[in-house]
C-alpha cells in the first residue's frame, strides 16, 4: 500500500497570511473576527455584522497584498477566492521545496482544491450589470472568474502540473474531501505528489444575508466582534463567516524520503459519510453518528482510544455543536472518560472559512500531531448546555502542550455531508488497538 505524507503547508487565514503568523497568532489566542461596517456601509442593514477577514499587509507582517503573490494581470483574471489559493498553494510548495522541471515529474503532480461557494461577488455584479445594461455589459472573464474548479486550474497553469486536476464542491466539507481525495489519488498511483486544500472568498452582503435568513450567523455580538465564535460554549449562538484558504502538499511517502522532504505527519485514514437527514440541521440524537470519524479511524488502522485530539468542526452553532459533541463521546465510550477527550474547535479564532474549514483546521491537526500542542477554543466560558454533556477538554482560551501521537480533523457541511482525516506522525506506532 502506497502511503501518504504531508510535506508542504500553505495558509491565508483571518488570522494571517502565511503558516507561521497564523500559528503563532492561533497559539497566542488572538482572534480574526472583526466588524464589518469598518468595511462598506453595505453591511450595516444586516443582522450579522461580523467576519473573519484576511488582514491586509505586507506578507512580512502576516498580510496579505495580491501584488506580492500574482503575476500581472492575474489580479483581473482570477477571483479572490483564487487568488488566496494561488498564495496558499505558492506557500505550501515552496516549504514542501518542491519545485519540479522535469516531464515526467510534471505529470506525476497534480491539484485537488475546491471552493463552497466560489465568487459571489462577481455573480451579484454580472446580475446587476446584466439587468440593467444587457449582455454586454457581461465581462468576458465572468466565467472564468465564477467556476470554482478554476483555483485548481490556474494552479496547474501557473507551475506546469500535469497530474490529476480536481476540484470539490460540497459546501463545508470541501478542504476536507480535497485533502482525503488527493490522499486516494496518491495511494491510487494516479499521482505522486499533490497540492490539495480549499479556498474560499465570499464575504459578502448578500453571503451574510442568506445565511442570516437560514439562521446560521451570530448576530448578538455585533459590537463586541471577537466574542461571536464561540464554539461549545453555553452563549453560542451561530457561526461567524471567515474567508482564506489552506493548502498542503500531500507526496508518497517513498518519494518524499528519495528527496529527502520534511514530513509533518502522514495521512493515515479517511472517512466520509451522509447524514441522509436534512439540509442543515445535523440529526439530534447523534445515534448512528459519527460514522465519518470511525470509517477514517478504521482506514488508518488505528483505536479510538489511541487518537490523542480532535479538531472539530464546531462552527459555533446551538445544534451543530451539541450533535458533534455527542458523536465525539460516542467514539470515545468505554475507551476514554470523557474529561480526557481532547477536543478543540479553532472556529472560536478564524470564523467558519466554509469551503476552506476543512483544510485550515486539517494543518492545524498536522502541526498539532507534529508540534505536540493542542490549539485552543476561544471564548469558551461556560461549556454547555448542559454543562454535564459538556464534559471533555475542550482546551478553553490557551493553547495546551500534550504528546499528539494522532490527530482527527472533523468537518460536516450542509446537505449532511460528513467527512474526517485522521493524521498521525510518521513513526507511529501506537498499534492497531483494539479497532470497533
Ligand atoms: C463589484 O462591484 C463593487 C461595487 O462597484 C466593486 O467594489 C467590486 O470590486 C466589484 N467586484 C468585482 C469582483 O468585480
Ligand atoms: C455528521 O455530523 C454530525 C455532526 O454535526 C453528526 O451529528 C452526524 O451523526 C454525522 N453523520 C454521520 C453519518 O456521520
Ligand atoms: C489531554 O490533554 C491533557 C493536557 O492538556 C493531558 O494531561 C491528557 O492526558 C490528555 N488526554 C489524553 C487522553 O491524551
Known amino acids: 500500500m502506497r502511503r501518504v505524507v504531508v510535506t508542504g503547508l500553505g495558509a491565508v487565514t483571518p488570522l494571517a497570511v502565511g503558516v507561521r503568523h497564523t500559528w503563532k497568532r492561533l497559539l497566542d489566542s488572538q482572534c480574526g473576527v472583526v466588524s464589518l461596517l469598518d468595511r462598506s456601509s453595505h453591511f450595516a442593514d444586516l443582522p450579522s455584522q461580523v467576519a473573519a477577514c484576511v488582514p491586509t499587509g505586507t506578507v512580512d507582517s502576516g498580510g496579505w497584498n495580491a501584488k506580492e503573490w500574482l503575476d500581472p494581470g492575474d ?116 499521482a505522486d505528489v499533490m497540492v490539495a486544500g480549499g479556498a474560499e472568498a465570499c464575504i459578502h452582503p448578500l453571503a451574510i444575508a442568506g445565511f442570516a435568513r437560514a439562521k446560521s450567523l451570530a448576530t448578538a455580538w455585533n459590537d463586541q466582534p471577537h466574542l461571536s465564535s464561540r464554539p461549545f460554549d453555553r452563549d453560542r449562538a451561530g457561526f461567524v463567516m471567515g474567508e482564506g484558504s489552506g493548502v498542503m502538499v500531500l507526496e508518497e511517502l517513498e518519494h518524499a524520503k528519495r528527496r529527502g522532504a520534511r514530513i509533518y505527519a502522514e495521512l493515515k485514514g479517511y472517512g466520509l459519510s451522509a447524514d441522509a437527514h436534512h439540509i442543515t440541521a445535523p440529526p439530534t440524537d447523534g445515534s448512528g453518528a459519527l460514522l465519518s470519524m470511525r470509517r477514517a479511524l478504521q482506514n488508518a488502522g488505528i483505536a479510538p482510544e489511541r487518537v490523542d485530539y480532535v479538531n472539530a468542526h464546531a462552527t459555533s452553532t446551538p445544534q451543530g455543536d451539541a450533535a458533534e459533541n455527542r458523536a465525539i463521546k460516542t467514539l470515545f465510550d468505554g475507551a476514554r472518560r470523557p474529561a480526557e477527550i481532547n477536543v478543540s474547535s479553532t472556529k472560536g479564532a478564524v470564523g467558519h472559512l466554509l469551503g476552506a474549514a476543512g483544510s485550515v483546521e486539517a494543518l492545524f491537526t498536522v502541526l498539532a500531531v507534529h508540534e505536540n500542542i493542542l490549539p485552543p477554543t476561544l471564548n469558551l466560558e461556560n461549556p454547555g448546555d448542559p454543562p454535564e454533556e459538556f464534559d471533555c477538554n475542550y482546551v478553553p482560551k490557551t493553547p495546551q502542550q500534550h504528546g499528539v501521537e494522532a490527530a482527527i480533523s472533523n468537518s460536516f457541511g450542509f446537505g449532511g455531508t460528513n467527512a474526517s482525516l485522521c493524521f498521525a506522525k510518521l513513526e507511529y506506532s501506537g498499534g492497531m488497538g483494539r479497532v470497533r
Not at 465568487?119 to 466565467?143: E, R
Not at 494552479?155 to 488527493?182: E, L, M, Q, V, W
Open 75 to 190: 489580479e483581473r483574471r482570477m477571483a479572490l477566492f483564487s487568488q488566496y489559493s494561488i498564495a496558499a498553494a505558492t506557500e505550501a510548495l515552496r516549504d514542501a521545496g518542491w519545485s519540479p522541471s522535469s516531464h515526467l515529474e510534471l505529470e506525476r503532480t497534480g491539484v485537488c482544491l475546491g471552493s463552497g461557494i466560489g465568487s459571489l461577488d462577481d455573480a451579484y455584479n454580472m446580475s446587476v450589470a446584466y439587468s440593467t445594461g444587457g449582455h454586454k455589459k457581461v465581462s468576458p472573464l465572468f466565467v472564468p472568474r465564477l467556476l470554482i474548479n478554476l483555483a485548481a486550474g490556474h494552479i496547474t497553469i501557473k507551475y506546469g502540473f500535469r497530474g490529476p486536476n480536481h476540484a470539490a464542491s460540497t459546501a463545508c466539507t470541501t478542504g476536507a474531501h480535497a485533502i482525503g481525495d488527493a490522499g486516494r489519488f496518491i495511494q491510487f498511483g494516479d
